[in-house]
């Protein structure tokens, strides 16, 4: 029974947030959600990786090991995305792959994690969400727009966030208090905000092609975790981390991808990104509840 407790702990604050955004979306479908984003890119993403890496208790070897452990995961989930859009005969492969390869770590998985196992959950989340970041303003637009932009990078604040709090790991650096402080405070709020502008995202976003849709997400629902069971067994992995790995992997498709699709991708494409989110979302709040359930039971 206590387990079922710690999961319904876990899960009601995230799944009750983001209620609130669907319900202001619905309610307000003019709200302007530019604040979160701009907030959430320059402000609330890179002070949320600073404070999570550098404040939680996490070493520099578990950061290293555990962003090398996910950039496999994401390799695995290119070739799964790779495969899925072949058999569904999709005619712009490149375009329509990142949803199927960057899940949604920041938004909704850090946030679980963080409930799920603490501090140090947080951190091991934090070190595997800065890789997803990354990944969004580089491998992202590159596959969204057919060609790499260096201006993206060097524009990118989360970008010089990983870099600072890889450095302040590495050296063993411990950070003013103020800085804990203020960067916790402001995690906080980015979560927060992040999860209900998910919500409000749910309302927007809508559903081109249903069919297609439901087989990229069970690409991304059902494999995912499945990728994430291999790389435990792999690498013997164990404890909390090992969880936070599962958990991760388990992630619906990230909103962050709809939003550079709709910069750089045709509109066809858009809708078809679009349409995986909404549907991968839809099916986590069934299979999430599922894999936080095994992660908290195997991987205490």
């Known amino acids: 029974m206590e387990i ?13 947030v983001v209620g609130i955004g669907y319900y202001l979306g619905r309610n307000s479908p003019k709200i302007d959600t530019t604040f979160i984003t701009n907030f959430a890119a320059n402000i609330g993403t890179p002070s949320m990786i600073i404070y999570a890496v550098t404040s939680t208790g996490i070493t520099f070897n578990i950061f290293a090991n555990y ?9 695995l989930f290119s070739i799964v995305g790779i495969i899925t859009l072949y058999i569904l005969k999709t005619k712009d492969i490149i375009r329509e792959l ?16 963080l409930f799920a196992y603490g501090s140090q959950g947080l951190g091991v989340s934090a ?3 800065s890789l997803i970041i990354l990944f969004h303003f580089t491998l992202g637009v590159f596959l969204a727009d057919r060609k790499f932009n260096f201006k ?13 709090s890889a450095i302040i790991l590495f050296y063993e650096i411990k950070l003013p208090t103020f800085v804990i402080n203020t960067t916790e405070w402001l995690m906080y709020a980015t ?5 209900m502008s998910l919500g409000i ?9 249903l069919n297609k849709a439901i087989f990229s997400s069970i690409s991304r629902m059902i494999i995912g975790p499945i990728i994430g069971f291999s790389l435990i067994y792999l690498f013997n992995l164990r404890g909390f981390a090992a969880g936070v ?28 990104v679009a349409s995986t989110i909404v549907v991968s979302t839809l099916m986590s709040f069934i299979t999430v509840p599922v894999i936080v359930f095994i992660a908290l039971k195997y991987f205490s």
Not at 67 to 75: E, K, M, R
Not at 152 to 164: G, L, Q, R
Not at 201 to 208: E, I, P
Not at 247 to 268: D, G, T
């Open 67 to 75: 962003f090398w452990y996910y950039l496999l995961a994401i390799i």
């Open 98 to 113: 990142p949803p199927l390869i960057l899940p949604n770590t920041g938004n909704m998985g850090l946030p679980i994690c």
């Open 127 to 129: 070190a595997i969400s």
């Open 201 to 209: 995202a749910l309302t927007r976003l809508k559903v081109f092609s």
């Open 245 to 272: 790995l599962l958990i991760q992997c388990s992630m619906p498709s990230a909103v962050l991808n709809y939003l550079v699709a709709s910069i750089y991708s045709p509109k066809k494409i858009v809708d078809s």
């Open 191 to 195: 979560i927060f905000l992040i999860l």
């Open 4 to 16: 079922y407790i710690k999961l319904f702990e876990v899960l009601f604050p995230v799944f009750f």
């Open 152 to 164: 993206v990078i060097a524009k990118n604040p989360p970008f010089y966030a990983i870099i600072f």
